[in-house]
């Protein structure tokens, strides 16, 4: 550390004069912050841009203007409301239909069991253990099998034919496997006996007593395999078994349900929600009734023809003794069957499973039966203001976009503005310092070579016409449909749009217009490219290359070219810094040995004096 002497000896204001030499040595430092300063703003202009840049390029994604759907906008509308409903897709093509009658609507399969308690005015509580009701007045006569149920989620790492619950070598109860459940990946395998051969065009599985799991065919590496089973009893542990077979849309599922003794009538609810059997459950305890109702409405013992294909009376079949004796869901419950949709439209008689359905691309939705007194009509209308906003729309954002971008690269550069320094910053007022920053900041992205070019790019993609095998000789241009440029060149390229034409072309033929924007999706030639594909295109590469110059959020410095220069800047600041420390010590040693010189010749002076006045 260097000794600091003031003017003592001198009387000079030593402080002073090096902090003034210090002034003249920090210009350069000064220049090199400022010039830190102004490729942060330029990094920041860069990025603002792309930005906006970015929000644009998700407008022409396959979120935004690539959806058919903003070119193919139909309505509906309907005579009758609260008796028929509904909507159209994007595939809906222009029509009619007339609905003259609805005898019966879809319904959903119902169960409505007894009471479970078997006293009466007794009400059963849910929320006990099942062994504990059954001991007394509800189900007494049932008996529970010695066993331990227990559930294990396995993940096979190397899939194949074979998985192992990992447990003690005969734990297992073998001779109830068919008892159990094995689920993979969410999908169902029947659990079959040891001595049954596989069905290898089924998902089937066998259990030993080892906990080793064999499957009818191989299983993909990292499945997950869901097992309950039931392991031999060690503290005397029972449980009880039961099934739901129904036959749904997707054919015929089975689910296998193991239930613990100690487990309530609560959790056994849950676990029938729970799983993919699709029906409901629950529990009232005001009747001490069970209601089981089937998720899907329709009648699945029949097909489309009307014909039965099954030999069975009803969606749902239920079995086990549990299932009997303690549910109750046996052939004393009530049995409400699930029904078919059937109605009459353009004279036409049918059926569905829902009351919802889709008839070439209008979704249909019938509320209520009625007559052919009370006959509904549905009409199917292309939506032309729809579309038409949906185009105006992007329009108008591409014209802010191109605005922005010609309001940055066309500013004016002041380069007599040069960003303040500290020292500069004490002599202003903070409006004073706004005002010359905004002036400072000006112009840095002026003639911008990758702006002006993605501009004139997007021109481009504009204008160029589109020829693809689904564009009309026609309608194969913007400005046939309406959509111009500005005659006003400080506009920018700024696109206009005539209403009337627009609207026009959508009504005559919104097939080419669609192909004019989306169409070409799949070819590399950008003349048969649609207007949008093309945007996605030139957007995405602009913004690549902004990237590389400027970076984005959360780029080190050394994955962009201004980042590369700010910590070169970064260093040479750090250097230049050090130098100063430096050279003011050096002032400093000079100033200081200067007051020590001086102050040994005042004392020799004194001394001499002393002697002179001696005499």
Known sequence: MVLRVGGMASGMDTESIIKDLMKAERIPLDKLKQKKQTLEWQRDQYREMNLLL??????????????????????VTTSN???????????????????????????????????????????????????????????KDFVWTSGKVESKTLSSVTG????????????????????????????????????????????????????NITFSNSIAAGSTVKVDYISVAQNGEQYADFSITAQTSKGEIEENFLISSTDTLNQVVSKVNGSNAGVSMFFDTATNKVSLMQKETGDFTKDSNGDYTLNTASNL?????????????????????????????????????????????????????????????????????????????????????????????SE?????????????????????????????????????????????????????????????????QLAEIGITTSSNYLEG??????????????????????????GGSGSTSVSEQGIIHRLYNTVDKAMDQLKDR?????????????????????????????????????????????EKAMQNANSQSAYLMQQFSSY
């Open 550 to 594: 400027a970076g984005s959020a959360g780029y080190t410095n050394q994955k962009f070219a201004i980042g590369r220069q700010l910590t070169s800047v970064d260093n040479s600041i750090t250097r230049f810094g050090d130098r100063l420390t430096q050279v003011e010590d050096r002032y400093w040693k000079q100033f200081t040995a200067m």
């Open 81 to 139: 409301e609260s008796l028929v409903t509904a909507t159209s897709s994007t595939a809906a093509s222009q029509g009619s239909y007339n609905i003259s009658s609805v005898s019966k609507l879809a319904s959903a399969e119902t169960w409505v069991t007894g009471k479970l308690n078997e006293t009466t005015g007794e009400t059963l509580d849910a929320t006990k253990a099942l062994s504990d009701v059954t001991n007394n007045s509800f189900a």
């Open 54 to 75: 970015n929000d644009f390029k998700n407008l022409t994604s396959s979120t935004g203007m690539k959806k058919t759907q903003n070119y193919r906008s139909s309505g």
């Open 412 to 476: 004016e550069r002041y380069r007599s503005y040069t960003p303040l320094t500290d020292e500069q910053r004490e002599q202003l007022s903070d409006k004073q310092q706004e005002q010359w920053e905004e002036k400072a900041k000006s112009g840095l992205l002026r003639r911008d070579t990758t702006l002006t070019g993605v501009l004139s790019a997007m021109r481009s993609n504009f204008s160029q016409v589109v020829t693809n095998s689904s564009t009309n000789a026609s309608y194969n």
């Open 160 to 211: 194949g034919n074979t998985v192992s619950l990992g447990v003690t070598a005969g734990s297992v109860q073998a001779a109830d496997a068919v008892k159990m459940s094995v689920k993979v990946n969410g999908v169902d395998y029947n659990v079959i006996a040891a001595g049954d051969s596989f069905d290898a065009s089924k998902n089937q599985a066998k259990i030993d007593a080892d906990g």
């Open 317 to 409: 079949s239920i079995s086990g003794v549990f299932a009997a004796d303690v549910l109750k869901l046996d052939n004393t419950a009530t049995v409400s069957k699930g029904s078919d949709a059937e109605f009459v439209i353009n004279g036409l008689a049918t059926t569905r499973k829902s009351n919802t359905f889709d008839m070439n691309g209008v979704s249909i939705t019938l509320k209520g039966t009625f007559d052919s007194t009370k006959a509904v009509s549905l009409s199917v209308s292309k939506d032309t203001d729809k579309v038409y906003n949906n185009i105006k729309d992007f329009i108008d954002k591409y014209n802010t976009l191109i605005a922005a971008i010609s309001t940055k690269t």
């Open 493 to 518: 390229g700024k696109l206009e749009i005539d209403e009337t034409k627009l609207k026009k072309a959508l009504a005559e033929n919104p097939e080419a217009v669609e192909a004019l924007f989306i």
